[in-house]
């Protein structure tokens, strides 16, 4: 008998049709297999939980405050002349991005991993059994709120340095235009952050669905966003420091960022995004087949 049941079990195809045969079997589900559905039922988890609102507050208010702390110790007094300020002033703004990062990381492992840890991810797949829909339900969903988050701290980080350098002389009066999302290179800089956080959001589930483990999920996406930079710098060979800025997925994430001296970047900015858009659908792909192969 228990033969028989495995054979059963292998010609269903694995745990995601043994999720689709098990829902079939209850009435009345159709509608629940629709993504709208999906996607609305995903919304609704994150959003009862507090903790979900906690880590967005955090990403804007991180990504704000280390903007300006960042801002508050440029000096336009070195920089005054015929030579222009060698601080790019975009940059240093949205510095709080590269801890933003983080943040975004944990809510996107937060909304699975907190799943299986609860034992939850039995239930959703059950009542909704295609698997690759609950993947892209969860991916608009955390991408949506990360959007959000991210417009939210970039337009914030910008307005507070805009404020915190003007006050330090980089102004009209000495020669600076102020920050402003007029300017294509400003815009360029803030949209790029922002789609940088989406980005990210979305590596980590790819990531959080592979391993299923938070403590797992948050030391894999540090490494692969954190460890690239830190070998550059202790790399001696001049050709491996270039290589790791241009193809980390981190470095080359974050040089959409910058606004000066672009001919002089290891990647370009968009180029440098799309690098790490190449690791995010990588990491959701493998996440995916492994969600879809593997039991609850």
């Excluded at 039922?41 to 994150?46: C, F, G, Q, R, V």
């Excluded at 006050?167 to 235009?177: E, I, L, V």
């Excluded at 797992?216 to 930079?229: E, N, R």
Aim: aromatic share 4%.
């Amino acid at each position: 008998m228990a033969a028989t049941d495995a054979r059963t079990l292998r010609a269903l195809g694995g745990p995601a049709a043994r999720d689709r045969a098990r829902s079939a079997a209850e009435a009345g589900r159709p509608a629940r297999e629709r993504l709208p559905y999906m996607v609305h039922a995903e919304w609704t988890k994150l959003r009862t939980l507090p903790t979900t609102w906690l880590i967005l507050a955090a990403a804007v208010l991180l990504t704000t405050a280390i903007g300006a702390a960042a801002t508050s110790g440029l000096d336009p007094g070195h920089c005054r002349g015929t030579e222009p300020c060698a601080e790019d002033i975009v940059k240093q703004s949205l510095t709080g991005v590269l801890v933003g990062q983080v943040v975004v990381a944990i809510l996107a492992i937060h909304a699975v991993c907190g799943e299986y840890a609860t034992g939850t991810i039995r239930t959703t797949l059950t009542a909704m059994p295609d698997r690759v829909r609950v993947l892209v339900a969860k991916a608009v969903v955390v991408g949506g709120l990360t959007a959000a988050a991210g417009a939210a701290g970039v337009g914030a980080a910008l307005g507070t340095a805009r404020f915190v350098l003007l006050s330090q002389g980089f102004d009209h009066a000495h020669g600076y235009a102020a920050l402003t999302l007029a300017d294509g290179a400003t815009a360029r800089a803030a949209v790029g952050s922002v789609l940088n956080l989406v980005l990210v959001g979305w590596l980590t589930l790819g990531l959080a669905w592979l391993v299923r483990d938070s403590a797992g999920a948050i030391g894999s996406v540090l490494g692969l966003l954190y460890l690239s930079p830190v070998l550059a710098s202790l790399a001696n060979d001049p050709t491996w420091q270039h290589r790791l800025r241009k193809y980390g997925p981190g470095p080359a994430g974050l040089s959409v960022q910058n606004t000066l001296r672009l001919d002089r970047l290891d990647i370009g900015p968009w180029p440098g995004l799309g690098v790490l858009a190449a690791y995010t659908g990588a990491a959701l792909l493998v996440g995916g087949l492994a969600l879809c192969r593997r039991d609850a």
